[in-house]
């Protein structure tokens, strides 16, 4: 199995190197144009850093936090702040992303002294030169960055690895259980010290394409925990000013809408109307430069809309305010009393993350498309079943949004249950992770 997953490895290593001048060319005309890549800092991306080393970063141990986008990055800064005040006169923190909506948001989450860099592309080159230059200690790996030049690259030079968070979906473990990968997935799983899986499924899939069983350590799921971050005064100002528009109102929030998901909101929007003509629906697109294009769809239908982005504010006319600015979605989540969860209304979809509206105190929804967030979802109701509610579809919606809304009692019951279960969820969920990471990654630096 070693020896083959060795010959697979090789051979996906020298296919990368071949084709790196098509994929520097791919992503610094074609995908910085379409404003999916920095337009400045996309040479991180090579391994080429922006910012220099300094005395900080080459006196103490240097550990690396990587996450793909917004939602893994987001997880990772409530263990990042703990490595920091466990260990403040030691550790020094690299945090990279590689979507530019991540990137943009987080760094300003980020606690002082925090490097942020782009990650590199999985490419030898790469790869090499980023680890060349930073020389990380540890790397931490969220959920399912399983990259084999990277790893493989790390292991050789000796740099301990852990997989936080980890998670493999059906459709992965599928792929990687095939006869070509299987020796390639054995090989890289064998190169980490830790392993923490989201639930007891995702450890049996890693069981099963062969990691090391003392490597699989369950301490919890990060993404319940929302972390401690302060409100400026300038958030607390846009809160208030939008609770007294709103008051008074029936009003919901369709969080991270995807495309096609506006047809059910409008949907439900329609019929509720009917009934609360009054209704104010907000949505927050999943993808902030599609709130224009939402906009203009919905004014086309003869709806007042007004867009957070052109700076239109909430009057007594208006039907839908369209949410369409970066990283300001938890300051929705604190004024509006109802969150829908996009990103599960349509086939194919993976549901998104609902401890941030919970521990924002509001009711939560979400559609039947939730992926690996079901663990997250089954765990709360098994709390307390009114924490989270799963609807099958938009009649279903517009049912659960009518009984909310007519029955103030029990709009506060499932407020109340969903901030208590996931106040539960995340206790001791960051210390235990701690912990791991102490034992089976920092203590070997």
Known sequence: MVSMGLVTYRIYRALTQAFSPLLYLHLRYLRRLRRLEHPTRWPERFGTPSTTTTSTTTTKTLIWFHAVSLGEGMSAIPIIQHCLHRRPDDLSVL?????????????????????HQFAPLDVPAAVDAFLGYWKPRAIFLMESELWPNLIMSA??????LALLNARISAKSFGRWSGPLALPLISLML???????????????????????????????????????????DKDKRVIEDLRLRLAGRPVWMAASIHKDEEEVVLWVHRVLMQTYPNLVTVVVPRHPHKGKQIALALRSQGLNVALKSNHETISSSTNFYVADT????????????????????LPKMAGHNISEAAAAGCAV???????????????????????VRQVSGNVELAEALTELFDNSKFLEARQEAAKEACLTLSCGVVEKVWDLINSHVLKQT
């Open 95 to 115: 945090m990279t992303t590689t979507t530019t909506s991540a990137f943009e948001v987080i760094g300003g989450q980020l606690p002082s002294g925090v490097i």
């Open 155 to 160: 292991s050789e030079k000796g740099i301990a």
């Open 190 to 232: 064998s190169k980490f010290s830790l392993i923490s899986p989201l639930s007891t499924a995702e450890a049996i899939r890693f069981q099963l394409l062969c990691a090391p069983p003392f490597v699989i350590n369950f301490a919890g799921d990060l993404k319940c925990v929302t972390g401690d971050f302060e409100l400026s």
């Open 326 to 345: 970066l990283g300001e979605l938890r300051l929705f989540y604190r004024t509006t009393p109802i969150a829908v969860i996009g990103g599960s209304f």
């Open 365 to 387: 929804l979400t559609g039947p498309y939730v992926g690996h967030f079901s663990h997250m979802i089954q765990e709360m109701q098994r709390l307390n079943p009114l924490s």
